[in-house]
C-alpha cells in the first residue's frame, strides 16, 4: 500500500502575488489555476521534477506565512541558489551545520543548504543530494 504526499496546502494572504513569486520565480509549474466562483479560487503548483505540489486557494485555516522549512532536494546547491537569486528570490548563503552550529559553505553528504521564504514568511530548505550512491 503506497502513501503518496501529493499536495500540501500552502497558507497565503494574496493568491496573485503567491502565484507570481512561485511561478516565475521560484520555477513552480502552474497545474491549475480555477475560479469556482466570485470567493473561491484554487491554484496548484509543483516543483521541477517533484511528485509533489502546493495548493494555493482557499480551504487552509492556517495562518499565511505558519508553514516552516518545507524541503526541496537538488543535485547541485550552488547552481540552484543561483539560479533563484537570478529570478530575484531573497535566498541566503550556503550553510552547512557542524556541532550544532550553521556554518557558511558547503558541508559533507546531504549537508548543503540554503534558504528563502515566500512574501507570507512561508520558509523553504533547499537540500543538497548526493551525486554518488
Known sequence: MDFKLEVVPMPVADLDRAKHF????VG???DLDHRVDDKTRLIQLTPPGSGCSIFL???TDAEPGS????Q???DDVEAARELLAGR???ISTIQHLEDGVW???KGGRWNSFAFFKDPDGNTWTLQER???G
Open 28 to 30: 513552480f509549474a502552474v
Open 130 to 132: 548526493p551525486t554518488e
Open 22 to 25: 512561485y511561478a516565475d520565480q
Open 57 to 59: 486557494g482557499s480551504g
Open 103 to 105: 556554518l557558511e559553505g
Open 88 to 90: 530575484g528570490v531573497d
Open 72 to 74: 526541496l532536494v537538488v
Open 67 to 70: 508553514i516552516k522549512r518545507l
